[in-house]
């Protein structure tokens, strides 16, 4: 009450720095009395310190959204600040449970309320002058090198909170709600496993260039939640005393860029609800998949065969793989890729990107060339018999060959013809046959699935996204 006259006369007011000890019916007074305010900080012990009612006053500066996001309310809320342009909150201290999730809900709802609006939460622990930034729900955060980035369950989606990553002090952030995390450009290239044992419901991990690893003295316990809840992981590397003998149990897409040595894991990682994969082939020997559907695989291995017959066969239920990238390899024989090839029943979807030391020539494409054409209709009258005969990858759909400009390679043409026709004849599932390099494309079959040759510009390479 005592600075009330003299607030009333700063109407120009900008830039407000409290710390708030007073009840939260005073706060709101006082800021009604600075109209103008355009950058607020306020200083708080805990989340308790000011309710979810009192924040959702900023968003009711947007009454045409207000009513959607707060919901019904038998209590008119007053829009506060309506010219604010950042808040900052700085907490003592961070509480666990369900209350403070929901006061992260409502700051998302202020974010998308104004989406140049910035908000920002600092606090006494962790490193010091660290920011996390709010954005919107469901906003979708680009990777950035040097950045530490969360996600909280909100009732628009996703609810993401972004900092700099502190290189001299990297501890553990506040949030041990988060169901989804990131974290790039460590200077050591590594996180230990021990920064995730406090997040109970982690759901999508995302260490694109650090590598996850154990110190020797480190026992993972028994009930780590994130063996239980982790859905989605993509990671650079991860260190084999992590992976051995463990299962992820609701893991379904995984994504690794290195890998250690295969023989250095054992026993195997188990990934029952699996299904999406893309990683070396000397990381996929090490896994049990029971029901694998998609797979990019880079082949490490100069006898690919071997490692697939002895590990990959064994482990791995190949039996409903519908769609293998391949990639990578180390000067394999025509024959390695053929027979992995031939241990895919279901396969749909193929592609293959091109080496400089690659097999793919005419002998490689022969293999999908129908063999028995005596069965061809027309051929063989009256034999009464028009199936499709032996052929490699009978329920192939799709083949694509990337980083290979045809027009330089006319010794192909004449074979890949006979794949179009003949294929075409039979009558196989075969529908979309095409070569890629340098953002052009050429397609080999045509609406009548006859054999064309078409250029399409631009044309964008395959990625499993995971």
């Known amino acids: 009450m005592a600075l009330s006259p003299i607030l009333a006369t700063a109407q120009r007011l900008t830039f407000l720095y409290l710390n708030v000890q007073c009840s939260e019916k005073m706060l709101p007074y006082i800021l009604k009395l600075v109209p103008a305010l355009e950058r607020l900080w306020l200083g708080l012990s805990f989340p308790r310190a000011l309710s979810k009612a009192f924040f959702q006053a900023f968003v009711a500066n947007r009454p045409d959204i207000a009513s959607e996001m707060i919901?019904?309310?038998?209590?008119?809320?007053q829009?506060?600040?309506?010219?604010?342009?950042?808040?900052?909150?700085?907490?003592?201290?961070?509480?666990?449970?369900c209350e403070e999730t929901g006061i992260i809900q409502v700051?998302?709802?202020?974010?998308?309320?104004?989406?140049?609006?910035?908000l920002g939460l600092s606090f006494d622990e962790g490193p010091k002058g660290q920011i996390w930034r709010v954005h919107g729900p469901g906003v979708q955060l680009k990777w950035v090198q040097h950045r530490i980035c969360i996600g909280l369950p909100g009732r628009h989606g996703p609810v993401f909170l972004s900092a700099a990553l502190d290189h001299n002090d990297f501890?553990?952030?506040?949030?041990r709600e988060s169901e989804y995390l990131s974290v790039s450009g460590h200077p050591s290239g590594e996180l230990s496993i021990d920064f995730l044992f406090p997040f109970h419901n982690l759901r999508v991990l995302t260490l694109l260039d650090l590598t996850l690893t154990m110190q020797p003295t480190t026992e993972l316990p028994s009930n780590l939640p994130l063996f239980h809840t982790l859905e989605i992981l993509r990671v650079g590397s991860i260190q084999s005393s992590v992976?051995?003998?463990?299962?992820?149990?609701?893991?379904?897409?995984?994504?690794?860029?290195?890998?250690?040595?295969?023989?250095?894991q054992r026993p195997l990682t188990g990934m029952p609800a699996c299904t999406k994969l893309d990683l070396k082939l000397s990381r996929f020997a090490t896994l049990e998949l029971p029901q694998i559907s998609e797979l990019g695989i880079w082949i490490d291995y100069r006898e690919p065969n071997m490692i697939w017959e002895n590990h990959v066969a064994v482990n791995v239920n190949l039996s409903g793989l519908r769609l293998i990238h391949v990639r990578g390899w180390i000067s394999p024989t025509k024959m390695d890729l053929i027979q992995i090839l031939r241990s895919l029943p279901a396969l749909e979807t193929l592609i293959i990107v091109w080496q400089p030391l690659s097999p793919l020539g005419v002998d490689f494409f022969r293999e999908f060339v129908p063999m028995d054409t005596q069965r061809i209709p027309g051929l063989n009258k009256g034999s009464g018999e028009d199936h499709l005969p032996a052929v490699l990858c009978p329920k192939l759909e799709s083949l694509q060959i990337e980083d290979v400009d045809l027009t330089k390679q006319p010794r192909l043409l004449p074979v890949l013809k006979k794949i179009v026709t003949l294929h075409a004849v039979f009558g196989s599932p075969l529908r979309s046959f095409t070569f890629?390099?340098?953002?052009?494309?050429?397609?080999?079959?045509?609406g009548d699935r006859r054999f064309t040759m078409e250029e399409v510009i631009p044309a964008l390479k395959f990625q499993l996204h995971i």
């Not at 919901?71 to 809320?77: A, D, F, L, R, T």
């Not at 501890?171 to 949030?175: G, K």
């Open 71 to 77: 919901g019904p309310s038998s209590q008119p809320i």
């Open 243 to 264: 992976m051995a003998g463990q299962t992820f149990h609701g893991l379904e897409g995984y994504w690794e860029y290195e890998a250690h040595d295969m023989g250095s």
């Open 171 to 175: 501890t553990s952030p506040l949030f």
């Open 107 to 118: 700051f998302g709802d202020i974010v998308a309320s104004a989406p140049a609006f910035f």
């Open 436 to 446: 890629m390099d340098s953002g052009r494309k050429w397609e080999m079959i045509g």
């Open 79 to 97: 829009p506060l600040c309506v010219q604010l342009e950042a808040l900052l909150l700085h907490y003592k201290g961070w509480l666990r449970g």
